[in-house]
Each structure stands twice: as C-alpha cells, then as structure tokens.
C-alpha cells in the first residue's frame, strides 16, 4: 500500500503547493485535455503491445499495489519444505519423494505447506526439477544450465510490464505538449478576443504540458518502477530453490543445501543462520 500512499503524498504536494501560491482549483479542471492526453497514451499503449502482454499488465498492477510477492516466512517455508524433500530422498533414496512429486495434491509433505501448493510457478519449478534429478539422467552442471534458462524466460516475461509501462511514462510528456499545442492553436484563432479571454485559454491549454508531465513522473513511472521492483524480487524465490537443489546435487546434505539457498536471498528478506536452523529443526521434529 506504500505505492497508494506515495500517490496520495504527490497530488497533496502539487495541489497543495498551487493553492498555496494563490492559484485556482478550477483552473486545473480540464477533463476534455485529461481525456485527450489519457486517450492518445492509451491508444499507444494498445498498438505498442499484444494481447498477452496487455493482459501481463492488468495483472502485474494490483501486486504492484499489495507489493513484495512473498515475505521472509515464506521463504522459510519454501526452505523447509526442499529440506523435508532432500533430507527424505537422502534417507530413503530419490525414488521415495516420487509419488509425493507426480501428485503433489495428495501429499502429506505439500500438504504441510498450502501457500507454495497454491503458487502454481513455485510448484511448477520444483516438482519439474526433482523429477529430472530423479530421472538420472542430467548432471548438475546441464541442470544447472537448464534452470537458468528457465529462470531467465520468466524474468523476461515478468519485465514485460514494466517495460509497457515505462514506454507509456515515457509518451505521456510529448501528449501533454501535443494537448497544450492544440490549445495555443485555438487560443491564436482567438486573438482578436480581448486579453482576459486569451489569458485564460493559453492558460487552459498550458495544463495540457501540466497533466502530461504530472502523470508521467507522478503516477505512470512509479508505478512501472514498482512493478519492476516486484518482479525482481519475485525471481529471488526461483534462484533461492534453484541453488539448493544444486547443492543437494552436489553432495552437501539436506541442512547445508538449504544455507546455500539463504545466501542468495536479499538482506531485507533473509532469514539469519540462526532463524534457518530453528526452522529446520521444527520441520525435521514434524518428520
């Protein structure tokens, strides 16, 4: 909700600073230059882009506004549950987490942990991964290569908002100039008005340059500077599995597979070493 806020905080500003200098709230009142500029940016926005990313952009903005996709808990729970996976294959051998990894719905370790079985992404990556480590057939280095791969083909999918939505901030200044140019023209097709009536047209068409810049720099760019905020964190989670099930590849057992995965966390959302081994104990307890 930081973003609402940080919105909130920018029109009280700019409002607020107007009146202030003794201007006029009805002045800034032009809904048909507003239509215009929100119009023609929209339209651009339209051909610039297909379907699927437009769709990509409808449903990027309200995690934009509810923010960062997944919380220290919840990278905690994702740790706990490739650490009840890879302690139990360790113990048991790869083929015993097989039927938990082909039906994930009627598993009693997934079932421990509903807010990944709900992540489609999540799931999708690691039960695609143990199932190729259970196969055999890869070494972790074609592994490893493979997952970046995959990673990168999200991260590429998840920027395409962001990107949408700077090109929008990016057109909506020349907009904005384009409405106060049509209002210069119609104030010049007036000039034999006397001064006042001049005055207030090249003054209403001076809030087209106004509403563009405000909307670029205020609203759109911010806005496509946090979904791509969002995004970049939401990638943290894939690396996070991703260095964890190498490791484990790799011969380190279960409880250290799962720090490797901890330090590619941001500080912000890292659980401590600490922090990782309580909760490793608690899972290990439950087992």
Known sequence: ?????GFIVVIVSVVGSFVGLGGHLGALYQPLELTLIGGAAFGAFLASNSKKSIK??????????KGAPYSKQSYMEVMGLLYVLLNKARREGLMAIES????PTSSPIFSEYPSITKDPKLMEF?????????SGNMSSFEIETLMDED????????DVPAHALQSVSDGLPAFGIVAAVLGVIKALAAVDQPPAILGDLISKAMVGTFLGILLAYGFVGPLGSRVQRVSDESMKILECIKTTLLAS???????????????????????????????????????
Request: charged share 25%; proline share 5%.
């Open 126 to 134: 690691i039960t695609d991964y143990l199932r190729i480590m259970i």
């Open 56 to 65: 990509l952009v409808v449903q990027s903005i309200p995690l934009a506004i």
């Open 1 to 5: 909700m930081l973003i609402i806020f």
């Open 249 to 287: 590849m790799n011969g380190y057992p279960p409880q250290l597979a799962v720090e490797f995965g901890r330090k590619v966390l941001f500080s912000s959302v890292r659980p401590s070493f600490a922090e990782l081994e309580e909760h490793v104990k608690q899972t290990k307890s439950k087992t």
């Open 100 to 103: 938990h990894i082909e039906d």
């Open 151 to 158: 990673i990168e083909t999200y991260r590429h999918e998840r």
